[in-house]
């Protein structure tokens, strides 16, 4: 093979190998959007304002649905004990109260929040109008391993700031 023709197949692979990643980042903040959208819909048609996004309440969600995913559980307990309290207090969010909802198995957000309305629960931190921000996080399990008994993960934080 001639050395520019090889350069230019170096740099195709590695064109198409970075790809991926931010396919699957603009999808997965796609996904989180959708999940807040219909939250904030099913709020609105029962009342309560919409919930802003919070990056660091994302951050325990996303963390917690990553942990979920790699570990194939789902609790509001991690195995090494660490409840939704000790994962808000490690990202910094000053929480006055907190709440969370998690799902496994659902396919889209659309069928993740409607499962939650379903669940009294779930729906009453959905709707409730004592929080006022919200973090979400989306994992699939990694590739390879043993299989998950789940091919999707949500986890939704509900939060207000104290005083």
């Not at 998690?102 to 709707?127: C, I, Y």
């Not at 390879?144 to 993960?153: D, M, T």
Request: hydrophobic share 40%; glycine share 6%.
């Amino acid at each position: 093979m001639r050395p520019d023709r090889y350069v230019l197949v170096v740099l195709a692979a590695l064109f198409f190998a970075a790809a991926p990643p931010a396919v699957a980042d603009q999808n997965h903040d796609r996904i989180v959007e959708r999940v807040l959208k219909h939250v904030n819909q099913q709020r609105a048609i029962n009342g309560a304002a919409p919930l802003a996004m919070n990056a660091r309440l994302s951050d325990a969600a996303q963390k917690h649905a990553e942990d979920m995913a790699r570990r194939d559980f789902v609790d509001h307990q991690s195995p090494d004990g660490r409840a939704l309290q000790d994962r808000v207090a490690s990202v910094g969010y000053p929480w006055r109260v907190i709440a969370e909802n998690l799902a496994a198995g659902m396919s889209s957000p659309e069928s993740t929040v409607q499962s939650w309305m379903t669940s009294p629960g779930h729906r009453d931190n959905m709707l409730s109008r004592d929080y006022l921000e919200a973090g979400i996080g989306y994992a699939v399990p990694p590739e390879g391993g043993k299989r998950p008994r789940y091919s999707h993960y949500w986890v939704v934080v509900f939060g207000a700031r104290s005083r």
